[in-house]
Structure formats: C-alpha cells, structure tokens
C-alpha cells in the first residue's frame, strides 16, 4: 500500500513538473478513450482531418500567407479593448527615434548644439544623434510610421513577417501540414498578447532573418525533396545573414556560423562539374549581396558614429556603461556624468540587473546559468514539449535535427557569454525550436500499441492541450504601467495646446532610473514638445535663448501625480540674466 501510494505520489509531481494540468489531463484521457473504443469513428475523422490538412501540402505560398494574417487578425479584432501600446521602457524610446529618422530618408541626425540637454538611456547624443541599435527593428518602425501613419504598424508587420517566415522555413524541414501547424502556434505564442506584438523593442527582425537562413540552408541542401533553385537560395541565405546581423548580430552569429559551414561541406563535399556549379550558383550570388550588405553596414557606421567598424551600440557602451558586454571582458573605468539619474543608471542599475556585475568570476558565472537555462527552456519548449523532445534526441535524431540540434547548443553557450539576457535575444531560434517541437510530435504521432496507433491519438490530445494553452495565454497582455500612461498624456496634452513647447525635467534623488522622461524625437529643433534635462542657471538660459519663441515648462515627475508647471510663456523671459528655476518668473498658471 505505501509503495502504491508512493508510485502515485511521484507520478502526480511527474505530471505537475511537466506543465500538464488537471484539464489538459481530462482532453488527453478523452481522446484517448475515443480512439480506443471508437475506432472505426476515430479513424474516419482522422481522415477527413488529413484530407483538409494535405491542402497545406499543395498550396504552400497560399499557407505562408495564411499563417501570417492569424495573429495579425486576432490582434486587431482585440484593437478597441487593447489599443495601441505606449512606449514604456528606454529601448523602446530608442527603436522610436530610429523609426522617427528613416521615416524622415535619413540615414542619422546631427549632433544638437546643446545635446548634453538631451543626453539619455540607449542613444547616442554625440557625435550624432541617433540611436545605438542595429537598424533592423528602426526600419520595420519606420515602414509603419511611412505606410500607416504610426509605428506600431511596423511591430504589427514585423510579426506577421516572422510568421510567415516560420512557416516558410519549417517547410524545408517538415512536411506542410506540421510547417502550418508549428508557424500557427508560433504566431499564437509570440502574437496577439505577447510582449513582441505590445512593444517596440520585440525579436521579430531576428526571428525572420535566422528563419530565412535555415530555410534556405534545407532547401540547398535538400534535406527534404524540394526542387532546388540554388541562385534564389544562395541570395535567400544571404539575405537572413544580412538581416541577422542588423538585428541581433552576436546571437545571430551563433545560427550564421554553424549555417555557413554546413553550406561549404555540402559545397566542397563533392569535386568536378557539379562543385563548379554549386559556386558559380551558390558561393558568388551569395558573396555578393553579402558584400552589398557589409558595404551598406559599414556606411552606416560611418555616417552615425564616424568610423565603419565602430557599431553604434559598442560606441555608446563604451561612453556610458563600466559593465562590459560580454563576460570575458573587464571593467571600465567609470566615466563623468552630467546627469544624476544617468550616473545612477550606469553605475548602479545596469551593473546589478541580472548580477552582471558577478560575472567576471568563475562561481557567478556559474550561478547565473540555472536561471538562464530555465528561461531558454520556458521560452522555446516548455516542460511538457522538453519532456517529448528529450527522447526524440536519442530515438529519432536524423542527421538534420543533430545538426539543428547542435546550433541550438552553439546559441545557448553565446548567451551564456554575455553579461544579460532578454527574451527577444532569442529571436533567432524559435523557428529551430518549432522544428524540434514538431518533429518530436510526428516521432510521437508515430507510437503503435499493439498495432494500434495510439500515437495519432496522443498526438492529437497534445495539439489539443496546446492549442487551449497557447489561446490562454496570447489572451494575456502586458500591463501599462503608471509611468508610461503619465508622460503619454503630458505629451499628448502639450500636443494638443497652441505654440511649440520645451519641458524641463527635474528628477528627485531616488527617482527610478530606468523611467526615463528626456526622449525626442530625430528632429528636436521642429518637434512640438521638447523634452529637456534641468541643469545650472547658466546652461538653462543658453536652452531658454535657444528656444526663444517657445513656452518652457517645469515638470516634477516624482510627484503624485507629476507635477507640470508653466514657467513662462513665449519670449517672456527677454533679455534678462541667467533665470533660477527656483526664483524664477511668476507661472503663468499652475496646471
């Protein structure tokens, strides 16, 4: 009775580690009755099922296109009740003034003559004015701002296009019903609700280079039997690489490594007339838009930070940041600050977000991978899709899916090595991650008991499971939180009110660094509202004469609710000495 008891306990704390709940158990334990006392009914609907689902096979653009309008369809069914998202966090702010300077066909801003006003969180004020991120994620913005009117058209394009892409590439590696079927739950999972489709800083960009990649990469390579147009697919793989590195370039290495070698054994694995047409079709196309790419690369680094091999992101990090990016670097000295708050960011903050500061040493590194592993495993498989693909590891593992298999390993030990990790670093293998998941369904699919295949039947209760988890959860949106809702409606109210406007922002000594108020957008000089740091009474007179013909404002952020008082109105403030923002002119009004 005791080891009964024993043997249900263990199982009970089985099933709950796997993520199966109670309701999840109840689907599972239905279709399986079902299968097992009807089976002549089970089968005829199975077949009707496979009917429907063989149209994936035959019409595979038409599908690609299918998948990618779901979760953009389900997102703006949701539009009235969720509308569209604010920016919140400072990468978002950043990826906006990209979008807001490619909108405008410019490639960077100049530097403003007064930037130490404008100084803040991910961009770089000098010697342009730009943002310090690759340009793939500015540029999808940038398309809805152009097409649409506003920038979050281009998240919702970003998602539709990553997919499709999913759709696309699991179609080399699967046949098309579990391509459609692995693309929709990647859209369900990654859409609708999700931070990606709610935000501005999401991975899609990278998610549909490295898609293109390994779509590219089973094409040519045919691990399945497509009809190989080697040209298209070289520019293909090409392209994923050039959009890889402009999106997330140190995590997109770890796909284009791997990718590239396989490319080049399957090139050089064979000699005579076959290896020269294998380079004449695929290593030059692909040479050569990759040459355009790294020219197009460098002229932008050129243009934004002076030099074509000094990326934006690294020269920024070297003004600011003493916590080196990856964890073999060391420490820099810290810089001086004009800014408490930004001091406080930099070396405060950004140093103890995520113990980065403890990974210099063998035992922090080492205490940082448990909860980095637990992310990638909650991220890409959760435990119960983990549970399926172990086996499939050791039972089924062809020779494509070690290989994919392998870069999945190549890409956890680059995140490894770097002092932070987010969820949208891992935007370039959630397409691997759903071959690995589907596939390890079909494995599944595959199970007979008896000569009776249970396996359809197992098969068919997860996809049940997940469908209902997966329609759960994209149900759930990100929460606005205060500080985003607050200085939206400051500047929307500003907007809304006659004259051209500047914002002094006077911060408290314990405000939250990361909530940042000092963002503009590419243009500042022609922008309706301004948004400026408070500085000494000399320096703000050189901005209030700057701006002369503006209303300047004092906001109070760390008030409750935050404090926004007029300072003076339009040249009100004359000729007059240097002006105390303690002492100064009477306010027009208190608001």
Not at 18 to 40: E, K
Not at 444 to 450: C, F, G, N
Request: net charge positive; aromatic share 12%; glycine share 8%.
């Amino acid at each position: 009775m005791f080891l009964m008891h024993n043997l249900v306990q263990k199982t009970v704390t089985l099933v709950g580690a796997s993520g199966l709940s109670p309701l999840n158990l109840c689907i599972i334990a239905v279709v399986l009755a079902f299968f097992w006392l009807y089976p002549a009914v089970f089968r005829r609907m199975f077949r009707r099922c496979a009917s429907v689902s063989g149209m994936f096979d035959r019409h595979r653009a038409a599908t690609v296109l299918l998948v990618a309008l779901v979760p953009i369809a389900g997102r703006l069914l949701l539009l009235s009740s969720h509308p569209v998202p604010v920016p919140r966090i400072p990468d978002e702010f950043s990826y906006l003034l990209a979008s807001d300077t490619f909108s405008q066909g410019r490639v960077t801003n100049p530097a403003h003559p007064l930037w130490q006003f404008f100084e803040t969180i991910h961009v770089l004020p000098f010697p342009t004015y730009m943002s310090k991120y690759p340009p793939a994620q500015g540029l999808l913005l940038a398309a809805g701002q152009v097409l649409f009117g506003h920038p979050w058209w281009g998240v919702v394009l970003s998602i539709g296009l990553m997919v499709g892409s999913v759709c696309w590439m699991l179609q080399g590696w699967l046949p098309g019903r579990w391509a459609a079927l692995g693309a929709l739950a990647t859209g369900l999972q990654f859409g609708i609700g999700h931070a990606w489709m709610n935000s501005y800083w999401g991975g899609a960009p990278a998610a549909i280079g490295a898609c293109i990649v390994l779509g590219a990469l089973a094409r040519l390579k045919q691990f399945r039997p497509f009809p190989c147009r080697p040209v298209r697919y070289s520019l293909l793989f090409a392209l994923g690489i050039v959009i890889l590195l402009n999106s997330r370039p140190w995590e997109g290495m770890a796909v284009i490594v791997p990718a590239a070698i396989a490319v080049l054994l399957w090139m050089f694995g064979r000699s005579g007339t076959q290896l020269f047409e294998r380079v004449r079709a695929v290593l030059v196309p692909a040479s050569v838009l990759l040459l355009v790419g790294a020219t197009a690369m460098s002229y932008y680094n050129w243009r934004v930070t002076g030099n074509p091999l000094h990326l934006p992101y690294t020269t920024i990090h070297k003004t600011y940041s003493v916590v080196p990016l990856f964890v073999w670097q060391s420490s820099t000295p810290a810089p001086s600050f004009r800014h408490t708050v930004l001091k406080r960011y930099f070396l405060e903050t950004e140093p103890h977000y995520q113990a980065a500061d403890t990974l210099g040493t063998l035992r922090g590194w080492a205490a940082a991978q448990p909860w980095r592993l637990r992310m990638a495993k909650d991220l890409l498989f959760g435990n119960f899709f983990l549970m399926l693909c172990l086996p499939m590891v050791f039972i089924y593992a062809s020779p494509p899916l070690r290989f994919l298999l392998a870069i999945l390993g190549v890409f956890i030990v680059a995140l490894a090595l770097e002092s932070w990790n987010q969820i949208h670093y891992f935007g370039p293998v959630i397409g691997l991650a759903a071959v690995l998941k589907m596939s390890s369904l079909r494995w599944l699919s595959a199970v007979k008991i008896h000569r009776r295949k249970i396996g359809i039947a197992l098969s068919t209760g997860v996809i049940l499971c997940s469908a209902l988890n997966l329609i759960q959860d994209s149900m759930v949106f990100p929460q606005r939180d205060v500080f985003s809702s607050e200085r939206a409606g400051i500047q929307k109210e500003l907007e809304s009110t006659d004259g051209l406007h500047v914002v002094l922002v006077r911060y408290a000594d314990d405000h939250p660094p990361v909530q940042q108020w000092v963002y503009n957008r590419a243009n500042i000089d022609a922008s309706k509202v301004v948004w400026a740091w408070e500085m000494s009474d000399q320096e703000n007179r050189r901005l209030f004469d700057y701006f002369k013909g503006r209303t300047f404002w004092l906001l109070e952020p760390d008030a409750a609710p935050p404090h926004l008082k007029p300072l003076f109105a339009a040249g009100q403030h004359g000729d007059r000495g240097p002006v105390s923002l303690l002492n100064g002119p009477e306010p027009l009004q208190e608001k």
